[in-house]
């Protein structure tokens, strides 16, 4: 079964930068796509980033120039940088990995942004 952890979140003040990893148990090219997704208290969880087995990406909007999403096959990781972070995007953060309708999930890690 594959497993997914990831490792990266804490505490950031506003305007600065975070990178989360996300460390798979098996080839990250086995999925057909990756991504990280978050869950702000009192909200649904949402996608933040996307990466597609063929190597596109793609954004949530309130994220869009801020975040960039990337990967290393070599490790199994798929990473998201975060800059330029602001108070709404508190939360716990998710990576997820899909093969055709089978889906996985990490266990989250929490970002926080606060002064």
């Known amino acids: 079964q594959v497993q997914l952890v990831e490792s990266g979140g804490g505490l950031v003040q506003p305007g600065g930068s975070l990178r989360l990893s996300c460390s798979a148990s098996?080839?990250?090219?086995?999925?057909?796509?990756m991504g990280w997704y978050r869950q702000a208290p009192g909200k649904e969880r949402e996608l933040v980033a996307l990466i597609q087995l063929n190597g596109m990406s793609d954004y949530a909007d309130s994220v869009w120039g801020r975040f960039t999403i990337s990967r290393d096959g070599a490790k199994n990781t798929v990473d998201l940088q975060m800059n330029n972070l602001k108070s709404e995007d508190t939360a716990v953060y998710y990576c997820?990995?899909?093969?055709?309708?089978?889906?996985?999930w990490g266990q989250g890690i929490r970002v926080t942004v606060a002064s």
């Open positions: 098996e080839n990250i090219f086995f999925f057909n796509d």
């Open positions: 997820r990995a899909r093969v055709l309708s089978r889906t996985t």
